[in-house]
């Protein structure tokens, strides 16, 4: 749970603050889970701290929701029309995805369970997205879409600069 921490903090995800006299802090939980190797043994322990997202009031603590996903149909379409022209396909895994979207909303969080302040008004106020939130896969896809597009244009303007020399 240590590591947990240390990692959402590297990553910036919240700052600790007063509790704002407005916001109800939401509470969180740790998700425990054993990952097993293919033949059955432990290969290891992990923990993942999660917000109650359920317990989120719509235009209070969130406004929008909506994010696209894919119908498995698309992506068999996809892949037959990949396989038909011969295209090149690569695959990619972000881990923990949806903690890099950043929040719009102000979201505060009480302490993580074992984890706790010598002030008890001391709360986290989010800045990233954590899983659990309603809006994170919303806010991971704006962060994801905005990076495909700039790299894209990037590329795009290598590739202009290029057939220019």
Request: hydrophobic letters at 40%; one cysteine or more; glycine letters at 4%.
């Amino acid at each position: 749970m240590t590591e947990e921490i240390n990692a959402l903090e590297r990553n910036q995800t919240w700052i600790v603050q007063d509790l704002p006299p407005s916001k109800k802090p939401i509470g969180c939980k740790w998700v425990y889970h054993v990952k097993y190797n293919y033949d059955g043994s432990i290969q290891r322990y992990k923990v993942r701290l999660v917000i109650r997202g359920d317990h989120q009031v719509e235009g209070f603590d969130y406004n929008e929701t909506f994010a696209p996903v894919a119908k498995m149909t698309t992506v068999r379409c996809f892949l037959a029309v990949a396989v038909a022209k011969g295209w090149t396909l690569h695959q990619m895994d972000v881990n923990n995805a949806f903690l890099h979207g950043d929040l719009e909303e102000e979201v505060v969080m009480k302490m993580p369970p074992g984890f706790s302040s010598s002030d008890p008004h001391k709360m986290f106020r989010l800045r990233k997205s954590l899983y659990g939130l309603r809006q994170a896969p919303r806010q991971w896809f704006a962060k994801l879409s905005t990076k495909l597009w700039f790299y894209s244009f990037l590329c795009r303007l290598l590739l202009i600069c290029l057939s220019q020399e």
